[in-house]
């Protein structure tokens, strides 16, 4: 049963503090989704990739967002530096195309 | 006005009865429309997928799509306490890029 994985699962960090998010997409799927859940905003698309190109950031602060794809096996997301208001669930999500999306079960990051 | 609209909730029905979601959307243009599913602590998971305007069936699930008015429909027939979760509308506004509502909490009561 394929499934996207992401490390790590929770994440404890302090103002300021870098933090890398991980996914490992379903194998074969060439469409990458990061989101971003919480109570207030709800779920909101950050950043996408297609063949490991991004189509589009739009919805990340590029201020201290960054979002990359070094090879097909692996999706990355990192916060330089983190702020409280960045704590939420991050998911990963992909598909075989854009109307195909299989969540990964996320990262719930606190900032303090 | 958000691109997607819905109702938080929470929306209760008893069981077996027909439980009734909808959103309202803004762009005009879009084609495609999904319903997630979320429970508790987990990520959101596909259950319907349509892209026309009319209905889709789907077992106990129907989805409707009334572009003309920007409004889409779910109808969970014969409800069940496991259908309890948070249900996420979705729309493709354009290439890849999918707006989700904010999610209607529904609870199914035994």
């Known amino acids: 049963d394929a499934r996207v994985t992401q490390t790590p699962r929770h994440k404890v960090t302090e103002m300021g503090q870098e933090v890398t998010m991980r996914c490992q997409p379903i194998l074969g799927h060439n469409t990458v989704f990061w989101y971003r859940q919480t109570m207030m905003q709800g779920l909101e698309l950050l950043a996408y990739f297609r063949n490991r190109a991004p189509l589009d950031d739009s919805g990340m602060p590029k201020d201290r967002f960054s979002a990359e794809m070094p090879d097909a096996t692996l999706a990355t997301l990192k916060i330089q530096p983190s702020e409280p208001r960045d704590s939420a669930v991050y998911f990963c999500a992909s598909g075989r195309a854009a109307w195909e999306q299989y969540f990964g079960p996320g990262t719930r990051l606190t900032v303090t | 006005q958000k691109e997607v609209e819905q109702n938080s909730g929470p929306l209760s029905v008893p069981e077996g009865a027909i439980a009734s979601l909808n959103c309202t959307y803004s762009d005009r243009g879009s084609q495609s429309f999904f319903w997630y599913r979320q429970y508790s602590g987990k990520s959101p998971e596909l259950i319907m997928s349509?892209?026309?305007?009319g209905d889709k069936e789907d077992g106990r699930f129907t989805a409707q799509v009334d572009k003309s008015s920007k409004y889409i429909s779910l109808f969970i027939r014969d409800s069940q306490p496991s259908d309890s979760a948070t249900y996420l509308c979705a729309v493709m506004v354009r290439s890849f890029k999918t707006i989700f509502g904010a999610g209607t909490r529904l609870f199914v009561k035994a």
């Open positions: 349509i892209y026309s305007n």
